[in-house]
């Protein structure tokens, strides 16, 4: 979806324009209303409940995998905020020996650092800087901490869903390490159905932004190989867990890593994903995509960092245009849920993520910014995030959407209309 398409900002009649602005000043000092998307379509006509991976949340807004999604305090103030979906933490796969292939990628987290960052159009932003990647503690601690975390979200309605990271292997040659697969997501399983015993498990494989760096994604043909075969082996390892078919028992999520090749190539990761779902072995939803990669930046002696900020939303939307423009035009084998990510950081963006077809955002950099960048003067940082990503007068995603609501002349707009139709024409119209 071209940004020629859209004006600066949604221009909005008198009435509803100043019934946001009461809402955005009123916020800023009160709680928000729970639940979000109830007063939301009430007071708005916008239904802002959605579904990721085919589950249905009550808000398209959730948090990313990371490390604010690594122990359970974080999870419950997730729900408190109203969030509609939590991505936990990274863990490193192992087999039943505990023999970890990607133990390089389980290290601590250090001190973060949120600093401010310009991108290649002058825009300035923000990114989140630190060395860790994965989960760094026992498995066995996982799989608790995974266990509360689905009571806790229960308790919520706020979908938990754990992430992994699995053998990948540096050549087409190379044989895969299966039993990672199969001990990981068997005992992810047991978990999820102690709760949730008639529903398959939402499941993150995280291509890390760090993956772009490394000897493992030297080779376009390699790469490709990892996205055809990872879904096809954690079907397998939930179809033997469980002795039910991959469909009952697993949904399966690709989060796409940006690449240190062209756009092109990003593109073509996307396809091939596609055309294996077409098939009917390959993923089930697609998350993207996760930090660029800078193979000469350096953050406390440790060379090639990942960075997020507008060059990494550009890149995204730049992407997710072209392929959704191929969408409607038919040029596509199928289509799964996309679940957005990459400086989602105000309505704007948000709004074209959902116009390139993602049902739900991923936000993780801007759940940490210093106090002072947010509007609300009360809660905690995911609350007031919540509050401006929302309700900001000028370039909040119900501004966007109320401004698409009455070009369209529609009564309600909900996520599955936006991300479901074509507006083109509606968009391009004077």
Not at 328 to 356: E, H, K, M, Q
Request: aromatic share 10%; proline share 5%.
């Amino acid at each position: 979806m071209s940004d020629f398409l859209l004006p600066n900002k949604p221009v909005l009649t008198n009435p509803l324009a100043q019934k946001l602005v009461s809402d955005f000043e009123k916020f800023r000092f009160e709680p928000l209303p729970q639940p979000l998307w109830s007063f939301v379509l009430e007071r708005y006509g916008i239904d802002l409940r959605s579904t990721y991976a085919d589950f249905p949340v009550s808000l398209l807004i959730g948090k990313a995998s990371g490390q604010l999604s690594m122990e359970l305090h974080q999870v419950r103030k997730d729900g408190q905020a109203g969030l509609g979906f939590c991505v936990l933490k990274t863990v490193i796969a192992q087999d039943a020996k505990g023999f970890q292939s990607m133990q390089a990628w389980s290290i601590p987290v250090t001190r973060m650092k949120v600093e401010r960052i310009r991108g290649q159009d002058g825009t300035e932003g923000w990114t989140v800087t630190w060395v860790g990647r994965g989960w760094h503690k026992s498995f066995e601690a996982y799989l608790r901490f995974f266990d509360k975390a689905i009571t806790i979200g229960s308790e919520r309605s706020m979908l938990v869903v754990p992430s992994i990271k699995a053998h990948l292997p540096a050549s087409v040659d190379e044989e895969w390490r299966i039993g990672e697969y199969e001990f990981t997501v068997g005992e992810l399983l047991k978990v999820w159905r102690r709760h949730n015993p008639n529903l398959p498990m939402p499941l993150e494989f995280d291509f890390s932004p760090t993956l772009a760096g490394s000897d493992y994604a030297r080779q376009r043909e390699n790469i490709l190989n990892w996205l055809i075969v990872v879904p096809k082996l954690v079907k397998q390892a939930a179809e033997k867990a469980t002795g039910l078919s991959a469909r009952e028992s697993v949904r399966v999520g690709i989060k796409v890593f940006n690449a240190l090749f062209e756009d092109d190539f990003q593109l073509t990761m996307l396809q091939t994903l596609l055309k294996e779902a077409a098939k009917g072995s390959g993923a089930d939803f697609i998350v993207y995509a996760n930090r660029l990669f800078d193979p000469n930046r350096e953050y406390e002696g440790v060379k090639g960092i990942a960075y997020g900020g507008p060059d990494l939303s550009a890149r995204n939307l730049l992407v997710l245009s072209q392929l959704t423009n191929m969408r409607w035009r038919g040029a596509l084998p199928t289509w799964l849920p996309l679940s957005g990510t990459g400086n989602v950081c105000d309505g704007g963006i948000a709004f074209r993520y959902l116009l390139c077809g993602c049902s739900t955002l991923q936000i993780h950099t801007f759940f940490q910014l210093p106090l002072s960048c947010y509007a609300k003067r009360t809660g905690d940082k995911i609350e007031r995030a919540l509050h401006q990503l929302l309700f900001e007068p000028d370039n909040g995603l119900v501004a966007w959407l109320l401004w698409l609501k009455e070009k369209a002349k529609v009564e309600t707009l909900t996520v599955s209309d936006l991300t479901q139709r074509d507006w083109s024409a509606i968009l391009s119209a004077g």
